[in-house]
């Protein structure tokens, strides 16, 4: 990821010689990891529109992440601690247990908007970490360590495993949630426990795009996703395909180019975005142009 390295003719020697790097091969793991639980767990939160939630818990990373350096602990900590923290707040104090709500948006605006506050005062405080602020918000998988690697599949996992345990009657109470109440399904419960594992998945995902960026892998994949299909497992393997994707071609990018990471993740999970709707702008029209003809026919 340096401006010095460029693609050559040779591109075997080139993607070669990238892996040849342990901060690649980290970065790669790493970021395969963070693709795969971004997809699923955007998956849930665009069923659930609930995107702006999820934008407000990333942007709890940054204040949390400036807090923990000032503090002279790992941003780690701060990255988890305050997204969950404030998932917990919207999922405690919201009252729609099926996302999306008019109480819970504005109450997310007002998490927001004191995030950002605390985020611009932790920097305030500590005058050095000003010069790392760009990483915080925009990310960077410059110096991942196997350490970090593994703390990130542990947190995957659990996540994922917590996804698994809940997904049935989650999709049910995102779709219907009246129904689903009706039936017995804990609506309400199903909601905060899902909050909380996006201010989880969130935090993860926060440390390697940044708090602006999450939504490159939150919310692109899973909505390119949905728009293709809208069937449950068809959909979150597409969404897991088109993460993991832009996730190693926007890695490749960034290596061999001047540009950061996060521009090229966005870039090509917007494109792929654009190319579902086109996909389906064609398919409808294709779609109406059949049921024409067969009108004029009198098939119909």
């Known amino acids: 990821m340096s401006a010095d390295t460029g693609l050559s003719w040779n591109l ?3 993607v070669q010689q990238m892996w040849q790097l342990d901060s690649m091969v980290n970065a790669y793991r790493a970021g395969t990891i963070v693709a795969v639980l971004a997809a699923v767990v955007g998956w849930f939160m665009v069923l ?8 407000t818990v990333a942007l709890a990373g940054f204040p949390g992440a400036a807090a923990a350096v000032y503090l002279g602990l790992s941003a780690s900590w701060g990255y988890f601690g305050f997204c969950v923290g404030a998932a917990a707040v919207i999922a405690a104090l919201a009252r729609d247990g099926a996302g999306g709500g008019a109480e819970e948006s504005a109450l997310t605006g007002v998490v927001q908007a004191f995030t950002l506050a605390c985020g611009m005062l932790f920097v305030s405080l500590y005058k050095g970490f000003l010069n790392g602020t760009d990483s915080l918000l925009f990310g960077s998988f410059l110096g991942v360590t196997p350490g970090q690697v593994a703390v990130l599949a542990g947190v995957a996992a659990a996540v994922l495993a917590a996804i698994a345990l809940i997904g049935r009657p989650l999709v049910f109470a995102s779709v219907d949630p009246a129904v689903a109440a009706a039936r017995g399904v804990p609506v309400r419960l199903l ?8 201010g989880a998945a969130t935090a993860e995902v926060s440390q390697i795009t940044g708090s602006l960026l999450v939504f490159a892998l939150l919310v692109m994949p899973a909505a390119t996703a949905q728009r293709l299909t809208v069937r449950p497992a068809l959909g979150l ?4 395909a088109i993460a993991a994707l832009v996730t190693w071609f926007g890695l490749g990018a960034a290596y061999f180019s001047p540009y950061p990471i996060g521009f090229w993740i966005t870039t090509f999970a917007f494109g792929c975005y654009v190319l579902a709707q086109l996909f389906g702008f064609a398919t409808r029209r294709h779609g ?3 049921r024409h003809v067969a009108r004029a026919l009198g098939v119909s």
């Open 237 to 240: 393997g597409l969404a897991v």
């Open 48 to 55: 659930r529109r609930q995107a702006f939630a999820g934008h």
């Open 191 to 198: 909601g905060v426990a899902f909050l909380v594992l996006l």
């Open 12 to 14: 075997v020697s080139d």
């Open 288 to 290: 109406t142009g059949r």
